[in-house]
């Protein structure tokens, strides 16, 4: 039986668009730990989140990260979906989001781990879950006034994760 599991993550940027945001899974946690990625987190259908992608972006993230003002965000908008189907036919689709964080942030602290600043052109991919390592390269590197949402597809070439996209 095919299962659906549907997440989110912001890529939140300085305001000089040289470092992002990310989230370190703690080394406790069950999926990922000690892995970067977006924060945010799994969409839940059952409580009506499938009619509003965006609240559960803000739902999950302020959990994870109720320091930053995430109202704040002048420029939080989608700028791709990926799609990764696994041997266990489970497919995993991922909205990621991008926004400049304009406030200053003293508090890194997470309930799922640590933030941390992470330089744009130095990206640690190998210290990523599979999914940031391709999807995050890809959204950093998209121009900021480019307002189309891409969709992608993970796949697995040479022991490495790639994504296939239109652009």
Known sequence: MNKLDIRTAVLLRNRGRTHTLLLRRSLSKKLLPG???????????????????LASLLREAGEEAPQINWASIPDLRPRLITHDTRSDNTTYVIYWYTGTLTDELTDFSSSEGKLEWCEDSNLPLSDMTLAAS???PFVLNLPADDIRLYDGIL?????ATKLLTPR
Not at 35 to 53: C, R
Not at 155 to 159: L, R, T, V, Y
């Open 155 to 159: 796949f697995k070439q040479q022991g």
């Open 134 to 136: 391709a999807a995050i």
């Open 35 to 53: 892995l970067l990625t977006g924060v945010g987190g799994k969409v839940e259908p059952l409580e009506g989140e499938l009619d509003n992608i």
